[in-house]
């Protein structure tokens, strides 16, 4: 069968989403969906969505805003710059390595472009394969599924289904945790080798891990499969969990208890790397190297080196392209 001929074959990428301005009311209009998901935050929606609307985003959203100021970049969220980045890398390796033709889009759960949409577009511009890529190399109730719940709902709307593949997670995909290591080696070649690295992966509640979830399971497998692919020993690198809300227990130990511990035992430089994390975001850029170099140093730390997401770069694009493929 000749290329022309070949099936047309999607690929999706899903993130978050973000919103679409640093300003609260822009804020408030991505995390009422996004925090209202009942994947997101799992409590009975008659004691949540008052207590969400009538307290939650009325105080966080000016503060989220103020963060997202401080990493806003010209193009807009770092989250949608990268991830549209991310996929016309990927569209490019994939016109390159595969034997039939593909085309690349990237959708949001909680903002624009919506995975509806993006699918639906998919389909009317002729793919009858349609390959979906959430990215989070971890799989979570509280990300991935909603990936699934999203475009389960998004087949309903269609006549002619397309082939459908979800890729569940890569954690311990070859490639991923080569890129991985690659970003970490060239950060130690440019900024020199630290004295500790620091693995920090987003958090989910434990009442989440005690109902059957693998997201903790799957991060440390990534972390330790990490450390081993740079030949680290036991004592020179620490995994923790980040961006703890509301009074729940969350995973541990916390990143902001770790830097804290790890500035008083007087680390000198400290390199940090989010695993878990595509591309960079508010909880990259604020969270870790704004807010968590500023708590490091007066923990009594010296210098906190942020290692960046594997973003648009073409390492990331070869690996996720292999994934694709490979389903």
Not at 10 to 33: E, K
Not at 160 to 174: A, G, K, N, Q
Not at 208 to 228: F, S
Not at 310 to 325: D, K, T, V
């Amino acid at each position: 069968m000749s290329a022309e001929a070949s099936p047309l074959t999607g690929v999706l990428l899903v993130n978050t989403g973000t919103p679409a301005a640093p300003d609260a009311g822009a804020v408030r209009r991505f995390l009422r969906p996004f925090l209202s998901d009942p994947r997101v935050v799992e409590l009975p929606r008659w004691l949540w969505l008052p207590l969400l609307n009538g307290v939650i985003l009325p105080v966080r959203s000016p503060r989220s805003a103020a963060n997202y100021r401080k990493v806003w970049l010209p193009g807009g969220s770092p989250l949608a710059v990268h991830s549209v980045a991310l996929a016309a890398a990927l569209q490019v390796e994939l016109e390159q390595i595969a034997v039939s033709p593909q085309r690349v889009a990237a959708g949001f759960l909680y903002s624009e472009p919506r995975v509806a949409g993006a699918l639906q577009a998919l389909c009317a511009a002729g793919c009858t394969r349609l390959v979906v890529l959430p990215l989070y190399p971890q799989y979570s109730g509280t990300t991935t599924a909603a990936v699934y719940d999203q475009v389960g709902a998004a087949m309903r709307g269609l006549r002619s289904l397309p082939e459908l593949l979800l890729v569940r997670d890569y954690h311990t995909d070859p490639r991923y945790l080569a890129a991985l290591a690659a970003s970490v080696r060239a950060h130690w070649q440019q900024h020199g080798r630290g004295e500790h690295l620091l693995m920090s992966f987003h958090g989910i509640p434990v009442s989440c891990v005690k109902r059957g979830d693998p997201y903790e399971t799957q991060c440390r497998a990534t972390a330790a499969a990490l450390a081993a692919a740079l030949g680290l020993d036991a004592a020179s690198w620490t995994l923790s969990f980040q961006s703890r809300f509301g009074r729940a227990r969350w995973l541990e130990p916390a990143t902001d208890r770790t830097l804290a511990w790890l500035g008083k035992r007087g680390v000198g430089k400290l390199d940090v790397i989010c695993p878990g994390f595509a591309v960079d975001c508010l909880e990259t850029l604020e969270e870790i190297a704004i807010g968590g170099s500023e708590s490091f140093r007066h923990a009594g730390g010296g210098e906190l080196r942020y290692i960046a997401a594997l973003n648009g770069s073409a390492e990331h694009a070869r690996a996720l392209a292999q994934i694709a493929l490979r389903h």
